[in-house]
């Protein structure tokens, strides 16, 4: 489907009125080209005032940057089938006729051609952008609109990949090296702010800080669950931009918007992936789909969500353990059950690092790679033990 929309926004109409009364000299009758009047500027052969026809050079490192990516960036929308009951779709799982007329815009977000091979360009956006679809369309800066497939996404790095026809593509985004960024230097944010009313919106700032660890709720449930190694900057960056780039001076994407803290007392502070960081995961998902991790198979509780009581009742925990992994539950074929963990151990370190929660403990299980033998030291029933345990994807477990 292809269509090409051009819609005036009603969303904000500025109506601007004003009234000049300029009492201003009778000019000699030869004169045919405005004069500057130095007390009313430029001023016409009839004396009134009249706008300077002076170009100014407004090009600059940001204007340029700009117009290397610009045409690359895309609004994304997210189209979810809206049924007969509040709470939302039963029935098929196909797509229908019917289901299409149903589909209505749930959310848009932003993101980037990044690639064309052959008649197929993809793009890259966030998966909170396209999570919960049904349906999803790319729309262009120049309104074209076009349907767009999901080839996969990745939750725990807040990214996906689409797949578009690459017929209407007429620019694509390049990656720049995201380990050479300085302090300071200008950082320019593209995309859809508020929705695809202010599409192609563009913002400036610096880069504040690189490497910020930011606490990440990936199932909304209102408990932090990841922490994300981030860029921030002080471009502004609102509902709408995420998903979008985050460009250099040269014009290359360094990073791709994903978030912000937002408050009445915080101004100026936007994070965005990393672009060496979402590159890896970007071609796993173009290749596979999804991003294969290593597993450990177990469930996990923060010793800090456990009773000083409990600690000592049922853990049978020394005092002076103050951090920790509780194992809830053990997923029989995981590589813990091999192992030999059980229920109520308690995580203290892994492959030679202590960890004091959950997020820390996800974090170094991500970073061994499948096949991978990792000690584990642990509590149980009191007493300091460590296995070995080699590391195996889900699809392994038996």
Known sequence: MKT??????????????SS????????????????????????????????????????????????????????????????????????????????????????????AVYKVDGDTAYVFTNNHVIEGSDAIEVLFKDGTRIEATVIGADVWTDLAVLSIDAEEVSAVAEFGDSENLTVGEPAIAIGSPLGTNFASSV??????????????????DGEMDWEMTAIQ???????????????????????????????????????????NDAVDIINQLEEDGEVVRPLLGVGMVDLSMVSPQQQQAILNLPEDIDGGVVVAEVATGSAAADAGMEANDVIVSFNGVDVQNGIELRQEIYDTEIGQEVEVEFYRDGELQSTTITMRSSEEMI
């Open 4 to 17: 090409k929309t051009k819609k005036w926004s009603s969303f904000l109409a500025l109506m601007l009125t």
């Open 233 to 275: 900057t002080d471009a502004a960056i609102n509902p709408g931009n995420s998903g979008g780039p985050l460009v250099n001076i040269a014009g290359q994407v360094i990073g791709i918007n994903s978030m912000k803290i937002s408050s009445s007392t915080i101004e100026g502070m936007g994070f965005a992936i990393p672009s």
């Open 20 to 111: 000049f009364l300029v009492g201003c000299d009778l000019l000699d009758n030869d004169t045919t080209e405005p004069e500057e009047d130095t007390q009313n500027g430029v001023v016409d052969e009839d004396g009134r005032v009249t706008v300077s026809e002076m170009r100014v050079d407004v090009s600059s490192g940001i204007t340029d940057a700009v117009d290397v990516i610009d045409d690359a960036v895309v609004s994304i929308i997210n189209l979810q089938r809206i049924g007969d009951t509040p709470w939302g779709w039963y029935g098929e799982t196909e797509t229908t006729e019917e289901d299409e007329e149903n589909l209505l815009q749930a959310g848009t977000g932003s993101g």
């Open 203 to 220: 913002t400036s700032g610096i880069i504040s800080a690189v490497e910020r660890t930011v606490p990440v709720d990936t199932n909304m």
